[in-house]
């Protein structure tokens, strides 16, 4: 009877172990690879920046753009690349609470891009030009829904 059981669940087990990698699109992959290079440079310019006080580096995302890592806005940008590279991270080495964070990442990045497309972002001085569509939401919308169809499969 054991015997049985075993060569009925054995494919079945076997079935189960699809690499959780395979189940993201190439583009989520490509942009895991983007991301978890930024994850790693962004805090590095903080650092830099903290070392040598007069490290100028270009920063900009969802909008928001600054030549200073150590301002407000070029430690919120970092902040941003590092929280992306650590999902990249879960992502790419197949963690389960990666799906989790990967959705909050894209809810906070849908936020600010709408926020930078109003006349408030101006107000708030993250934006140093008009504001404007935000071409990202074009990759992050997608990706929520992604996330969230992935999200049950995940785990």
């Given at each position: 009877?054991?015997?049985?059981?075993?060569?009925?669940?054995?494919?079945?087990?076997q079935?189960?172990?699809?690499?959780?990698?395979?189940?993201?699109?190439?583009w989520?992959k490509?942009?895991?690879?983007?991301?978890?290079?930024?994850?790693?440079?962004?805090?590095l310019?903080?650092?830099?920046?903290?070392?040598?006080?007069?490290?100028?580096?270009?920063?900009?995302?969802?909008?928001?753009?600054?030549?200073?890592?150590?301002?407000?806005?070029?430690?919120?940008?970092?902040?941003?690349?590092?929280?992306?590279?650590?999902?990249?991270?879960?992502?790419?080495?197949?963690?389960?609470?990666?799906?989790?964070?990967?959705?909050?990442?894209?809810?906070?990045?849908?936020?600010?891009?709408v926020?930078?497309?109003t006349?408030?972002?101006?107000?708030?001085?993250?934006?140093?030009?008009?504001?404007?569509?935000?071409?990202?939401?074009?990759?992050?919308?997608?990706?929520?829904?992604?996330?969230?169809?992935?999200?049950?499969?995940?785990?």
């Open positions: 009877m054991e015997q049985t059981e075993q060569l009925i669940l054995e494919p079945l087990l079935e189960a172990t699809i690499k959780k990698r395979q189940l993201l699109p190439i989520i490509i942009f895991c690879w983007f991301f978890l290079l930024g994850g790693l440079v962004a805090p310019l903080v650092v830099a920046g903290l070392l040598f006080n007069d490290v100028q580096a270009s920063l900009a995302l969802y909008g928001m753009e600054t030549a200073s890592p150590l301002s407000i806005v070029g430690l919120l940008i970092a902040a941003l690349f590092f929280l992306k590279g650590i999902v990249a991270y879960g992502l790419w080495w197949e963690k389960s609470w990666a799906i989790n964070l990967g959705i909050a990442d894209a809810i906070i990045g849908i936020f600010f891009c926020l930078l497309m006349p408030l972002g101006l107000s708030l001085e993250l934006l140093t030009t008009t504001p404007s569509f935000r071409l990202e939401l074009v990759a992050l919308i997608p990706y929520l829904i992604k996330l969230q169809k992935l999200k049950p499969i995940w785990k």
